[in-house]
């Protein structure tokens, strides 16, 4: 009687029904993180599948084309896409080859094959040819044999050792760095440090991608929207000017890359979409994949 009295017992019921809300909104909540994450695993699951197709078709392309030249007995072990947990394990066992003085062979070739390498794989060369610009390992034993194209690859040497010699950084995200995604009418850049995103930023632009008929010329349209994209590259290159870490790569649109090769370590087409935050960890992804071809 005293609460109705003092309208308590109205606020009790309000508190009461703002608590059955909030409990409303935290299973809400929890039902969308528990959606989201399931999300996430299908599309890294339908990732895989994509790359294992993927794999295939170069396969049976590159089947094709050998059946077209004069090398058409000669086939790869196998093709593979490496990244993540995968891409640490082959690294792993490469890095444990034990080999006699000189029998472990490592070389980068990004052009014609050297000598050194025609020697040791042999009838196998042309192999090789087609999979380079590459890492290329082998020992003398044969045991080992193949090319990894990796994200990051070092200046062309050869070199016979007892190991074979590469970098792991090479292959993967290690140390503090800055990753730029550019298309003409998106920009996302993020700081990381090895895997780890530390930070992440973007924006999206107005850039007209359809001419539609009446109104403006085609003339005028396409000077419009090279000034839209003019205008965003300049947003995006003074993002780019304030980043953090002194290693940069850029990854996005092919036709845009030519604009940051200067400031770059870096830089790759790729096929990323989405918003800026989703872009930028497709792009992650598709940047640090390595090749493998099995010899």
């Not at 109705?4 to 299973?27: F, W």
Request: aromatic share 6%; net charge negative.
């Amino acid at each position: 009687m005293l609460d109705e009295l003092l309208g308590r017992a109205e606020l009790k019921e309000r508190i009461d029904a703002l608590e059955e809300e909030k409990h409303h909104l935290e299973r809400q909540r929890d039902a969308e993180k528990e959606r989201r994450a399931e999300a996430v695993t299908e599309r890294q699951q339908a990732e895989e599948r994509v790359n294992r197709l993927e794999d295939r078709i170069e396969e049976l392309e590159d089947r094709v084309e050998r059946l077209r030249g004069d090398d058409g007995d000669l086939d790869f072990r196998g093709v593979e896409t490496l990244r993540g947990k995968r891409l640490d394990a082959v690294l792993s066992r490469l890095g444990s080859v034990e080999a006699e003085p000189e029998g472990a062979l490592t070389a980068m070739v990004d052009g014609n094959l050297p000598g050194t390498i025609r020697e040791a794989f042999d009838d196998h060369a042309p192999l090789v040819s087609r999979a380079v610009p590459g890492v290329v390992v082998t020992d003398d034993a044969g045991l080992v044999s193949g090319v990894l194209v990796p994200p990051n690859p070092p200046e062309p040497f050869v070199t016979w050792d007892d190991s074979f010699e590469f970098e792991t950084d090479w292959f993967r995200p290690e140390g503090k760095f800055s990753l730029a995604l550019v298309r003409s009418d998106l920009f996302a850049i993020g700081e990381y440090d090895g895997r780890d995103r530390r930070s992440v930023s973007g924006f999206e632009s107005d850039v007209k991608s359809d001419h539609s008929k009446g109104g403006f010329s085609q003339g005028r349209f396409e000077r419009r929207r090279d000034a839209q994209i003019d205008e965003h590259l300049k947003r995006c290159r003074e993002e780019i000017e304030n980043r953090d870490a002194e290693r940069l790569y850029v990854v996005g649109q092919r036709t845009l890359l030519p604009e940051f090769r200067k400031q770059a370590r870096l830089t790759k087409p790729v096929d990323a979409t989405g918003d800026p935050e989703d872009a930028l960890e497709d792009a992650f992804r598709e940047l640090w994949t390595t090749r493998l071809y099995r010899i």
